[in-house]
C-alpha cells in the first residue's frame, strides 16, 4: 500500500483494522502522524455524541408548543424528533466552538507525540542519568524527589500552554511518552486513545502531565509514580 492508497482509506474509515493499513501506518512517519491525528478527532467526536441534551428541554418544548401536548405515538415521534435535533445543534455547535479555539489538549497531546516519533523507535542507545533530570526539572521550576524507572529521552518542549518537558521512559511493551505541562491545567483525569496508543492527561500540583504508552500498557502505574515524584514551585 502506497501513501495515495493509505490516506483514502484513512478518510473513509480512521477505525479499520485491515493488516496492510496498519502495517503502513507503522511504517510511514508521515502517515502515521495523520493517521493519530484522525484517531484523535474521532476520540472528539465520541465524545461530543456523549453528551446529554440540555436539562428541561422536554418541558421547555411542550411549553412552547402547548398544542402538541396530547399523548399518543405521534407527539411522542414530534417530540422525540426536536430532541435529537436541538442535541445535534448543540453538537454542531459545540464543534464550531473547538475549531475556533483550537486543538484540545488531546489532540495537542497526540499532534506532539506524532511529531516526535522518532524518540519512541528503535532500541534505546543511552539512558538518561538522575543528575540530568533534576537539572531539567529545575530550569523549569520543578525538582523531582524519586525514580522514574529508565529514561530513554529528556528535555524541554513547547506546547500551546507554555514550555514543559518531554520524558521518554521505557515501560513494560515499549517506550512510554510522559509530558510533564506546568502551564495546562485540568480539572480531573482525562483518557487519550489514538490507534495503537493508549494513555492518561491528569492534573499535578501545577498544570498536568500526559501518560501514553503501547495498547496495554499499565500508564496508570506510571503517572502515580510520577505524581509523587514531581514537585513544581511555580
Not at 528503535?122 to 525514580?147: I, M, Q, S, Y
Not at 510533564?180 to 493508549?198: C, H, R, S
Amino acid at each position: 500500500m502506497n501513501c495515495l492508497q493509505f490516506r483514502r482509506k484513512l478518510l473513509e474509515d480512521p477505525t479499520r483494522q485491515e493488516d496492510d493499513f496498519l502495517t503502513h501506518a507503522g511504517q510511514c512517519a508521515g502517515c502515521r502522524a495523520e493517521y493519530l491525528r484522525c484517531q484523535a478527532f474521532e476520540q472528539e467526536l465520541l465524545a461530543a455524541l456523549q453528551v446529554p441534551p440540555p436539562a428541561g428541554l422536554r418541558e421547555e418544548i411542550i411549553h412552547q408548543h402547548p398544542g402538541r401536548a396530547a399523548t399518543g405515538t405521534k407527539h411522542r415521534r414530534w417530540l422525540l424528533t426536536g430532541l435529537a435535533a436541538s442535541l445535534l445543534l448543540g453538537i454542531g455547535i459545540g464543534m464550531r466552538l473547538t475549531v475556533f479555539a483550537g486543538p484540545s489538549l488531546q489532540q495537542e497531546v497526540i499532534g506532539h507525540i506524532a511529531h516526535e516519533m522518532p524518540l519512541l523507535e528503535g532500541p534505546a542507545d543511552h539512558w538518561v542519568d538522575n543528575d540530568r533530570l533534576r537539572r531539567l526539572f529545575t530550569g523549569l521550576g520543578g525538582e523531582l524527589d524519586g525514580e522514574l524507572g529508565r529514561v530513554r529521552h529528556a528535555g524541554r518542549c513547547h506546547m500551546d500552554g507554555g514550555d514543559g518537558l518531554h520524558l521518554v521512559v521505557q515501560g513494560e511493551r515499549g517506550p512510554v511518552t510522559l509530558l510533564l505541562m506546568p502551564a495546562q491545567p485540568v480539572d480531573g483525569v482525562l483518557p487519550l486513545q489514538a490507534g495503537e496508543f493508549q494513555g492518561v492527561i491528569m492534573p499535578l500540583d501545577h498544570g498536568s502531565m500526559a501518560v501514553v504508552g503501547n495498547n496495554g500498557e499499565p500508564v496508570m502505574h506510571l503517572a502515580e509514580r510520577v505524581r509523587k515524584s514531581v514537585h513544581w514551585h511555580l
